[in-house]
């Protein structure tokens, strides 16, 4: 997930500021984020794509 929506964050030439600012949170933590450093809840995870352009979908399978 993470590497293809910062793939889509720099295709839109968009900053980590940038991202933070429309999310209301800190570059910082978006930087932890991005690098897998930062526990994302699935809203986070929806409101980052929204902030990109994208969308954000989820899938509920049978476990093991």
Do not use: K, P
């Not at 889509?8 to 910082?28: F, K, N, Q, T, W």
């Not at 809840?41 to 954000?56: E, I, N, P, Q």
């Amino acid at each position: 997930f993470r590497s293809s929506i910062v793939c889509l964050r720099l295709l839109h030439s968009m900053s980590l500021a940038d991202i933070a600012a429309r999310m209301g949170v800190s570059e910082a933590w978006l930087a932890r984020l991005e690098a897998n450093q930062a526990a994302a809840r699935m809203s986070d995870v929806r409101l980052y794509a929204l902030s990109v352009g994208a969308l954000a979908g989820y899938t509920v399978m049978e476990g093991a």
